[in-house]
């Protein structure tokens, strides 16, 4: 039985700042590569952050010094700190595995105003 849920996603003004939390079944979370993705309206889902088990970290360039991953092995939560949001950052976001497994949990949604 696996299980994400993700929140924190809400409307922002561009240049604000939101952080997004994601819950996951021990599962999921213990001693796995955890990622955000996102998705916006007719794009496919893309890989933004990843984080090793022992919290090293990489960036896809679409976020590269704005967001930073992070997470709590203890809670089995993972973080993403978005600094600096752009219109183009709107999207659902979503975290997983990596590589990802085939259930998704439902997202929370980021937007941007410009």
């Known amino acids: 039985q696996v299980q994400l849920v993700e929140s924190g996603g809400g409307l922002v003004q561009a240049g604000g700042s939101l952080r997004l939390s994601c819950t996951a079944s021990g599962s999921i979370f213990s001693n796995r590569r955890m990622a955000w993705y996102r998705q916006a309206p007719g794009k496919p889902r893309e890989l933004v952050a990843i984080?090793?088990?022992?919290?090293?970290?990489n960036y896809a360039n679409s976020g590269k010094g704005r967001f930073t991953i992070s997470r709590d092995n203890a809670k089995n939560t993972l973080y993403l700190q978005m600094n600096s949001l752009k219109p183009e950052d709107t999207a659902v976001y979503y975290c997983?595995?990596?590589?990802?497994?085939?259930?998704w949990g439902q997202g929370t949604q980021v937007t941007v105003s410009s």
């Open positions: 984080i090793t088990s022992d919290g090293t970290t």
């Open positions: 997983n595995n990596y590589p990802s497994l085939n259930d």
